[in-house]
């Protein structure tokens, strides 16, 4: 940034003075006016200077003024950069950034427009106004502290350097009563403004109200320790320098157009709405974050049941396959009972034929007037076909929703237990089919040979008691 | 028994630092609003004079000028014929010459006039000049307001600025109990620069006359003085005590009585604060002659209950009742 801000300037004259000021960072430089080759003097460092300027060697030129107010305006730039740098590093707290960034902007805005101005004494006077009360600001009334925090320090030193160098180029052309005046304006401006923040831009001019004009009148009067102004050449001297401003503050243009950029983006940043959004982009992430771990519960939680249902399940299928042991050992009764029963059947449709044969042979065959005492239901096979029909999709319901699950959760555990689950089901189903059709069957087969027999008896003629013996 | 001792010691060395904190708390001198009204209500209020014109030129010493500054823009609404030439930058060997050739009507002083500057006026014209106390004032030694040392005698502060101190060497914190990370910092001495009243003042108590050691960093703007120990922790410095700010405090000093005590307005008007300074102003007053107009009613509205609220909401301390009269006396022309 340091190397950023150094310039060249058309004339040999003034690049060389330039690189003076720039390689004499922090000090303060005084330079012989016109001359090839610029000598320098130095001044106290620090804060440990003397107002009361060395009155025995010459005074300050306008020429010189305007360089040193052009120096100080790159070496605040530098200082106070490399503070909001060291401010903002590491710095999660937009708030923070964005008012670090807003001093360094305010201050280098307004240093350049004090720099490239056409009057060295208003120069002076609002660099020292406006660098002044932002240590007052600051520093005094502890601004620094309540929005930084512990890294209040940084600004506090860059700000105080900036301070005490201000006022050391001050005692270049103000003497100990005019500095004193200053500092009067200055701390009394404040105390009836107290709630301006952006003091940065405030200007000499800003004092009229406390009798300040005389200060400057005096000034150029000559009443400092300013050089006078010789009328010759004073116009193409203005005129030059007018030229040398204007090429000054282009080449700082860039920089001052970053920081403004970068100025937008921390008050986007920090702006509430911005905020806000991105807490819940926060949460959002928190939320994404604990996805994985909320669906490893619920995956465990879904073993946890399943292994619950599956012992339910295991109990439910043994009783099931007990039952339809059971029943298979009924059907085979049945079964039994059913082939006993055709065999009797057989037996006394043979002996019917026999009887029936015997009943024709003696006229007895002829149809009886009197109707069944008992007609039977007729059979209907649809309630079987629809009670099976119910049955299949129920089992094809639970198919499904097996597969479903068995999609969403993609666990091998589930799939085996599932794969488990499923043949059992389906063989104990196959059985429970089987042997229920085999029941369908039976009862179906002994419908009809029940309708047989009952036709039968119907049919066969009822003695009568003359044919008794 | 032993850890009964043990106990009480313990106790003792709580109650002590207890003490300390509650030293360090008490160290805002400003007075609010509230206060300022009520200790200005008994003074007497200033009156308007018809047709006041004329041209009063004050210079003097930097915390003197502040207050005539003060007083300025308000009495030139009041008087806006009046022209009013206001310079600081300390009462030197140099103004006292211009005051005595008659080229400055007033002079703020925070000291007392040197007497051989009383000899040269004499010797001119016949009387000495007039002094009139315009507002209560005192050195109050500034540091840091993190910084925890908990009070300083006089002989400790001879210590730390004085080239050649007999009590031996005061260059860190720790030197004056001060514990913590600051113990073993070295100290920063600030002064104000040797034109001020309060540079003089001190060398003149405090150090005897002796030279302010190398190391003392000197300022010639009391703003930057104070803001000067606000920016470091180690630093310590002395000035009006209209002058503190947020990142500052006052160092309670050794009174006479032993006590440790701040610049407050109770102990600077009681005179129990050790280093007092009455701010005043000097004239050229002819015995039984009235003052030139213009410069009498600048000072009677500076005394009046308005001259004085404005100087304490500026940060000084306002005058007593007895104060004003006795300035009232002087200045003559009462209505």
């Given at each position: 940034m340091a190397q950023s801000m150094s310039h060249s300037r058309s004339s040999p004259t003034a690049t060389a003075a330039l690189?003076?000021?720039?390689?004499?960072?922090?000090?303060?430089?005084?330079?012989?006016?016109?001359?090839?080759?610029?000598?320098?003097?130095?001044?106290?460092?620090?804060?440990?200077?003397?107002?009361?300027?060395?009155?025995?060697?010459?005074?300050?030129?306008?020429?010189?003024?305007?360089?040193?107010?052009?120096?100080?305006?790159?070496?605040?730039?530098?200082?106070?950069?490399?503070?909001v740098d060291a401010l903002k590093r590491e710095n999660s707290d937009p708030i923070q950034r964005r008012i670090a960034h807003r001093v360094l902007l305010n201050g280098v805005l307004s240093m350049n427009d004090i720099a490239s101005s056409n009057d060295p004494y208003s120069q002076t006077l609002d660099l020292v106004v406006a660098v002044t009360l932002q240590s007052i600001v600051w520093i005094d009334e502890n601004r620094a502290e309540k929005v930084f925090g512990e890294r209040a320090p940084i600004l506090i030193k860059a700000l105080r350097t900036m301070r005490v160098e201000a006022w050391e180029l001050a005692a270049r052309i103000l003497n100990p009563e005019q500095l004193e005046l200053l500092d009067y304006y200055i701390v009394e401006w404040r105390r009836a403004n107290p709630a301006n923040d952006q003091v940065a831009f405030v200007k000499f001019d800003n004092f009229a109200s406390l009798r300040s004009g005389g200060l400057l009148s005096d000034l150029k009067s000559g009443g400092g320790f300013l050089a006078s102004i010789q009328e010759a050449g004073a116009e193409l001297k203005e005129y030059r320098r007018l030229a040398e401003r204007a090429f000054w503050y282009s080449k700082r243009a860039p920089n001052l157009a970053g920081l403004q950029a970068e100025a937008a983006v921390n008050e986007i940043l920090a702006a509430p709405e911005i905020g806000s959004i991105i807490q819940t982009a926060d949460k959002l992430?928190?939320?994404?974050?604990?996805?994985?771990?909320?669906?490893?519960?619920?995956?465990?939680?879904?073993?946890?049941?399943?292994?619950?249902?599956?012992?339910?399940?295991?109990?439910?299928?043994?009783?099931?396959?007990?039952?339809?042991?059971?029943?298979?050992?009924?059907?085979?009764?049945?079964?039994?009972?059913?082939?006993?029963?055709?065999?009797?059947l057989v037996t006394v449709g043979d002996t019917l034929k026999t009887v029936d044969g015997i009943a024709h042979r003696y006229g007895l065959d002829q149809p009886s007037p009197r109707p069944a005492s008992q007609p039977s239901k007729p059979f209907d096979i649809q309630d079987y076909v629809t009670a099976v029909d119910r049955l299949n999709g129920l089992v094809t319901n639970v198919h499904g929703i097996l597969i479903g699950a068995d999609q969403f959760t993609r666990s091998e555990g589930w799939n085996k237990a599932l794969r488990d689950t499923s043949d059992l089901?389906?063989?104990?189903?196959?059985?429970?089919?089987?042997?229920?059709?085999?029941?369908?069957?039976i009862g179906f087969f002994g419908t009809i040979l029940h309708r047989l027999i009952s036709n039968q008896i119907g049919r066969r003629p009822t003695p009568s008691p003359s044919s008794k013996p | 028994m032993i850890r009964l001792v043990r106990l009480l010691a313990m106790m003792v060395v709580l109650g002590l630092t207890s003490r300390a904190d509650t030293n360090q708390v008490a160290t805002v001198v400003r007075l609010n609003e509230k206060s300022i009204a009520e200790l200005t209500a008994g003074l007497s209020q200033y009156e308007n004079v018809a047709g006041l014109s004329g041209k009063l030129v004050s210079v003097g010493s930097g915390t003197g000028t502040t207050m005539v500054n003060h007083w300025a823009v308000e009495f030139c609404q009041l008087y806006p014929e009046a022209e009013l030439d206001i310079r600081g930058g300390g009462a030197t060997t140099n103004v006292f010459a211009d005051f005595i050739a008659g080229k400055v009507d007033i002079l703020p002083m925070s000291r007392t006039i040197p007497t051989n500057m009383v000899a040269d006026f004499k010797a001119r014209y016949g009387y000495e000049p007039t002094e009139v106390m315009v507002g209560p004032d005192a050195l109050g030694f500034y540091v840091n307001k993190n910084n925890p040392v908990a009070g300083l005698n006089l002989e400790q502060l001879e210590t730390i600025y004085s080239r050649t101190a007999p009590g031996g060497k005061i260059d860190f914190w720790g030197d004056v109990g001060v514990v913590g990370p600051l113990a073993h910092a070295p100290i920063s001495r600030y002064c104000l620069s040797k034109r001020h009243g309060a540079h003089t003042l001190f060398r003149e108590t405090v150090l005897k006359g002796a030279e302010y050691k190398f190391a003392v960093r000197f300022e010639s703007i009391h703003s930057s003085l104070v803001q000067a120990v606000g920016a470091d922790e180690a630093g310590i410095?002395?000035?009006?005590?209209?002058?503190?700010?947020?990142?500052?405090?006052?160092?309670?000093?050794?009174?006479?009585?032993?006590?440790?005590?701040?610049?407050?307005?109770?102990?600077?008007i009681s005179g129990k604060y050790p280093l007092i300074r009455p701010i005043r102003i000097v004239l050229n007053k002819k015995p039984d002659a009235p003052l030139k107009p213009l410069v009498r009613e600048f000072l009677r509205f500076a005394v009046s209950r308005r001259g004085q609220r404005i100087n304490a909401m500026g940060g000084g301390f306002p005058m007593t009742v007895e104060q004003q009269q006795q300035a009232l006396k002087v200045l003559g022309g009462g209505r």
């Open positions: 690189l003076s000021i720039i390689l004499c960072t922090g000090n303060g430089c005084l330079f012989s006016g016109g001359g090839p080759t610029p000598t320098v003097q130095k001044t106290p460092v620090g804060s440990n200077f003397i107002a009361t300027p060395n009155t025995g060697s010459r005074k300050v030129t306008l020429e010189e003024l305007d360089q040193l107010t052009n120096g100080y305006a790159d070496r605040y730039y530098m200082t106070m950069g490399s503070a992430g928190a939320t994404a974050a604990s996805i994985p771990q909320m669906i490893e519960r619920e995956r465990q939680g879904i073993f946890a049941e399943l292994d619950a249902r599956q012992t339910l399940l295991t109990n439910t299928l043994v009783e099931v396959r007990t039952i339809v042991l059971g029943a298979d050992a009924l059907s085979r009764s049945i079964s039994t009972l059913t082939t006993n029963l055709q065999q009797t089901a389906d063989q104990r189903l196959d059985r429970l089919f089987h042997n229920l059709w085999l029941t369908l069957g | 410095a002395f000035d009006s005590v209209m002058f503190a700010t947020a990142r500052t405090r006052f160092v309670p000093i050794q009174a006479e009585d032993g006590r440790y005590l701040i610049p407050s307005y109770d102990n600077v």
